[in-house]
Nanobody, 123 residues
Framework: HVQLVESGGGSVEAGGSLRLSCATS????????MAWFRQTPGKELEWVSG????????HYGDFVKGRFTISRDNAKSTVYLQMNSLKPEDTAMYYC?????????????????WGQGTQVTVS
């Protein structure tokens, strides 16, 4: 049974930083890609960033513009999202997602496993 657990959210002032973590369990190998999505009330899930199973391929939404960095530590079965220069418009519930594929997609339907979300509030 695959589980994803996010942590690291919180409230920060504009310009501040947060580091989100997503711990995975239940996978028998490391051949799974990961992604971060975010959602605000009344809106659809928005893709933020994705990382391949080996960590070599990373991609970001255009709005990130060099502010966020995704990484993974397969030894710890954890994916991170370092968020710097946060803006009020980054306020959202952030979700990590995983799929047993080497390369990450950008659509929610491409991911089978999801975490419960962690709230990020920027004021």
């Amino acid at each position: 049974h695959v589980q994803l657990v996010e942590s690291g959210g919180g409230s920060v002032e504009a310009g501040g930083s947060l580091r989100l973590s997503c711990a995975t369990s239940g996978y028998t190998s490391t051949t799974y890609c990961m992604a971060w999505f975010r959602q605000t009330p009344g809106k659809e899930l928005e893709w933020v960033s994705g990382i391949s199973s080996d960590g070599r391929n990373v991609h970001y939404g255009d709005f990130v513009k060099g502010r966020f960095t995704i990484s993974r530590d397969n030894a710890k079965s954890t994916v991170y999202l370092q968020m710097n220069s946060l803006k009020p418009e980054d306020t959202a519930m952030y979700y990590c997602a995983a799929e047993e594929s080497s390369l990450a997609g950008v659509w929610p339907s491409e991911f089978a496993a999801w975490g419960q979300g962690t709230q990020v509030t920027v004021s």
